[in-house]
DNA sequence: AATGAATGAGCCTTCATTCAT
DNA sequence: GATGAATGAAGGCTCATTCAT
């Protein structure tokens, strides 16, 4: 079956096909038989490649796009104030974008609904250092003035304002049938975030 | 095996089981055995009480206490700002209290990640009205200079704040391990949000 | 639930169900909740009155018409062959009449397909004397010059000529959807099981 | 468990023990486990290689017999009485020899008591070749004087004689337990049951 | 190295039946 | 006497996984 492929191929294949299936029915909802028929492999080749379905998840799990935003964020010249909103708008992008280049995130906010062993490693490398890099940028923007559970708090409220358009896309869906979210929709929700957020910060700093 | 339950009240159990296994492992991943199980209940009773699985989740969402904080609301004769601190309080502590009663509306979050054909009637009963107040208490506190995509932002920038520490609570426990959300923590919470919302509302009202 | 009727008539209700819903579907394919639902009786009904689904099938197997049919057989004043014209007459209407007062033989042949405890009964009660009857007509028809296995296969020839068109309605409904049943077609059948069993007899006797 | 059977012969093992299974039970009552159980197979099996029992009785059903039946009977070069004969005693064979190489389409008859999806296929690729070539045979031996209704109350006069054999075989063996079909007696059959067609034909053609 | 076949545990559901009232 | 609730065995089927090749 494989025959264009070289070996090592099948195995990226089936991660790109696992980070798809993953993203569309999180973790319990995907199956292996899936994956492996989008991956044109056989089915025991997750088994063989990864040991496990957890363990393709664990390979699935790339944080390269969210380590790289980061980089760029602190690599940004501009105020604090300024780097908050490129950061929003970029974690949107990924978030929502239909790109699949950056589906490969979007895996992570479903699993956080139901632990696997993966979840972990998600929480280690992938977003602790993002409460970090948002916590300096809160930090910078505030002054200093926040004491840890404000400062923790505060970050909380962003992230939680950027994740609710990726967990409640269902009932949006619903709720508001012709919201659809190209480019230019997530650019003005990211703002509209990057304002509501900049404002109740400037709040706090002058508190 | 039933002794300890009058008849009847199979039907109660099987739906309180319901609820909390549904909240632990979301609709896929709870199965029909071990809600009977933990009901004291046959396998063939969720059938025979509710028709399926779907039937018996149907049953499990009962709204009446998010209805009643709405109603609860509306009647406050505080000014909107303070209603929505209110609200919010409300809200969070629906949430994240590990009281049993108000366990049964935190399944609603969960559901959303995967569609099931009871997300309809979650979206429509329970949800739309809620965005509905939300946006009413914005529209007061902004004195109504928001156009409607704004005002739906400013809804979600709320719910999202409030609904993240539900759907991100297994990484928070990972990377905070000392956050407990006990009463008074919760309701610190809730003010925080509040606090950063209304400052929020407020930079928009002056724009 | 049970207003209406009399303790005694939930029974008659019970055993005329089962004969539609045996006829419809067989005995293994008919449920004990479709016959109650159709008795508008309890579930535990059947089992109350008849101890099991099989004593129901029991009871439901009525085997008057067929034994009137065969007495009136009997008085009838005219020739053998007559007579045979009568009796396939009489059973294919039987067999393939809409009316529901036949329908409660029709189950008989369903049944032989796939032996239950009351097969024994059936072909004790019903079949042994129609076999019987039948033979006792082909004698008469043939002056008697047959012996036993000819005599037999005989009444094998016509019965199955008849059962034909109960047995292979499924199908025949598939290959010839424009043939219906109806009081004109199903004489005219009989007309010509008629006729061509009794020139194959009348061969036979002067052979 | 396959120790005894080479890679790929599962599925035959599966498909020979369907038709036992089926032939014995009927489609409803013959269960998945028990042609697992058989075959010597795991329950997954026949979802594994046939989908559902549903696909698995469309594999089973086989109607190479019966198509090699009527070639045979087109090539022989006898009159049409004796190749009316010939097609009889071919078919009771099928339809009664306890050869299970013939087996296979004894569930054709079953089947046609209570409709399944395979019944379409069963319909048209078996049954209506089957009754346009006895529909050839009577418009031969009658010399093409019947019209449509008439020729096809013959075919079916002919196959119900046929058939009644294979439906009624349960009450056949206890109206008659000497009864039993062995070769011999099948021919006997098979040989009555045409001298009593042919007569009956012959008859119609003079009329 | 890589696969197609096969596995067995477990899923939701259906059913005739039983039991307490 | 009669019922609604409850039972448990069994059904078809799905799935991640394993095994022989």
Chains 1, 2, 3, 4 share one sequence.
Do not use: W
Request: with cysteine; glycine share 4%; charged share 25%.
């Amino acid at each position: 079956m494989n025959d264009a492929g070289c070996a090592e191929q099948t195995r990226e294949r089936l991660i790109e096909a696992a980070r798809e299936v993953f993203s569309e029915h999180g973790f319990q909802g995907a199956t292996v038989r899936e994956i492996c028929r989008r991956a044109d492999a056989n089915v025991a080749a997750v088994n063989y490649h990864f040991g496990s379905k957890d363990g393709l998840l664990a390979e699935a799990l790339n944080f390269n796009q969210l380590k790289a935003m980061q980089a760029a964020n602190l690599a940004a010249t501009s105020c604090a104030e300024q780097r908050l909103r490129l950061f929003i708008r970029d974690f949107m992008l990924m978030l929502l974008d239909e790109n699949s280049a950056s589906r490969q995130c979007r895996m992570m906010a479903r699993e956080l609904a139901d632990p696997t062993p993966a979840l972990d490693k998600i929480a280690r490398e992938a977003i602790a250092p993002l409460h970090e890099h948002l916590g300096a940028l809160v930090d910078a923007i505030t002054g200093g003035t926040l004491d840890d559970a404000e400062r923790r708090r505060c970050v909380f409220s962003i992230l939680g304002q950027c994740t609710f358009y990726y967990h409640g896309e269902p009932v949006l869906q619903r709720l508001y049938p012709e919201l659809r979210f190209r480019r230019d929709e997530i650019e003005a929700t990211a703002a509209h975030i990057a304002d509501f957020s900049l404002a109740a910060l400037a709040a706090r700093k002058s508190a």
